[in-house]
DNA sequence: AAGTGGTCTAGACCACGTG
DNA sequence: ACGTGGTCTAGACCACTTT
């Protein structure tokens, strides 16, 4: 029975209690929680109540929904080291999960101006771009858009794109980035981006863009990532640059 | 009026209306929104769904809300390179923004096991901690957390830690970081650190964990930054390392 | 004292996913 | 067909801030 001298809001009673069941690992990742109307039953309280606690622990990172299925418990986060190219799916299977990256389009484009601004590179030329979903687990967790100039790596869209694209790069085109600008900030998902990771438009993600150059500080590759804001952790190793 | 053909959810159209408002800049920077209350009855609908679409709004980061006092309109995101210690005040000022940094305590406390891990020394070895909580225009921004070896830097407490801490520690101690491990991530600020910065427990936060080390490896101090998700983007450049 | 957001109730209907 | 979350109404009381 919960304590009902306590000040604290209900939600977050109902929060703590919840969260509790996750971390102590009586929920196990990627179970599906009760119903939000069996909760609300179940803590004697409305079924507005009852979301806002799970909205909460949603944006806590605890919990993710799954358009009209349910709410489940959010698996571990993996880290992502954006200024490597390893490879995804090696760099995160040595975290001990599984991981995959499907192609869901390639084309030649018009480069969009900030692409042609951010790169150095004239507005209107054509560049490829490339969007990739990768999964973790069998779990969608970002989209990938990603830039390159066909000048660098011509007939690129001929290869498969489902494996990592600095492998293709470094062995068929000797590309090798000298330098990344990255740029990462939370920001919310929008409808295209929601839709092809199947969350609801608007919930929080983690953006990412990066620029790659080579030694001449001429633009390789430019890459945009969206990611579910829970599913991992950036971790970077930065030198110090003499100044 | 608005369409009521359109299926998309009233909250969300009353959404875009705010949105409009702000992104064109008929509603400024820092200026307070009007009553939910009074949105409600603008709109004809609930507080409920007028609140629903405010609290969209904070999650894109496009309102914050202060308190009890009202919503307002959040002011654009600084850039923010956590791998430079030129200082953040001139850091801030160099884009245009006004910034201030306040020491809220500075103590030698028994080293936190996690920092002693990551750090490589003895768990219980004391060292400094600091706290201090940063302004830009007079909007507290982040709480940060600093963790020093008092073997490297003593008698530091002494000195006024209101401005750089890295120009102090090179002119006074001769100190040089030469790597960085970065760990980023979205989380929501705990019950101190949200209060610290007057938004309520468990909104939306940006974490950065900063680990420096001089050129034999060795920790010469540990940074936890907890930001508001609105304030900053994260801007890093990172050089390639030959592996 | 008045105004504001913060929390909460007790319902309702809809759209979508799963059996 | 049924269960699920997604949205929405029309109220209410409380805690805090501002006037």
Known sequence: MMNTMEKR????????????KIVSGIWQANEK???ERQLSEQFS??????????VQLEAEGLIFRSNRRGWFVTPQRINYDPSRDIGFVSYVEEQGFSARTETLSKTLVEVPDWVADAGGIARG????????????????????KIYLNPKNCPGLLQHSLNQSLWHLLRTEYQLDPAE??????????????????GVNTGSTGL???RVCRDQN??????DEEF?????????VQVSSKSL
Chains 1, 2 share one sequence.
């Open 9 to 20: 809001p209900v939600y977050l009673r109902v929060r703590d209690e919840l969260a509790d």
């Open 33 to 35: 929680l009760p119903a």
């Open 45 to 54: 309280i409305t079924r507005v109540t009852a979301r806002q606690a799970l």
């Open 125 to 144: 030329t054509p560049v490829y771009e490339i969007l990739r979903r990768r999964y973790i687990n069998e779990r969608p967790c970002l989209i990938e």
């Open 180 to 197: 990344r600008d990255l740029e990462i900030y939370p920001q919310t998902l929008d409808a295209p981006v929601a839709e092809a990771l």
């Open 207 to 209: 953006y990412i863009r």
């Open 217 to 222: 500080g001429e633009f390789l590759e430019i």
């Open 227 to 235: 990611w579910l804001h829970n599913a991992m952790k950036v971790v």
